[in-house]
Nanobody, 118 residues
């Protein structure tokens, strides 16, 4: 089970921190992904962290977002800085390295809404 929290309304240039509480699987051994879906668009991967802590970022968020994990608390986080209106989307955490979120099957949470607007 995956449960996201931390979304909300923020002004452009602001910051938000998303969290994902994981349960029901061995979190420490699993890569994890943040995926988002903007209004009227498909799903896109945002950031991936593997079990060793190596990270990957989509070019659209690189340098602004930071993914991290706390294996002791089974928690995945996404620190989002310098937010832009185009970051507005529903953000999901997903189990595994989800490079192609619009294909295949994978587990993800219910999502949390992030709205960037003045």
């Amino acid at each position: 089970q995956l449960r996201e929290s931390g979304g909300g309304l923020v002004q452009p240039g602001g910051s938000l921190r998303l969290s994902c509480a994981a349960s029901g699987f061995t979190f420490i051994f699993s890569a994890m992904t943040w995926v988002r879906q903007a209004p009227g668009k498909g799903l896109e991967w945002v950031s991936i962290i593997d079990s060793a802590g190596s990270t990957h970022y989509a070019s659209s968020v690189k340098g602004r977002f930071i993914i991290s994990r706390d294996n002791a608390k089974n928690t995945l986080s996404l620190q989002m800085n310098s937010l832009k209106p185009e970051d507005t989307a529903v953000y999901y955490c997903a189990k595994g390295p989800v490079w192609s979120p619009n294909s295949g099957t994978y587990s993800r949470g219910q999502g949390t809404q992030v709205t960037v607007s003045s």
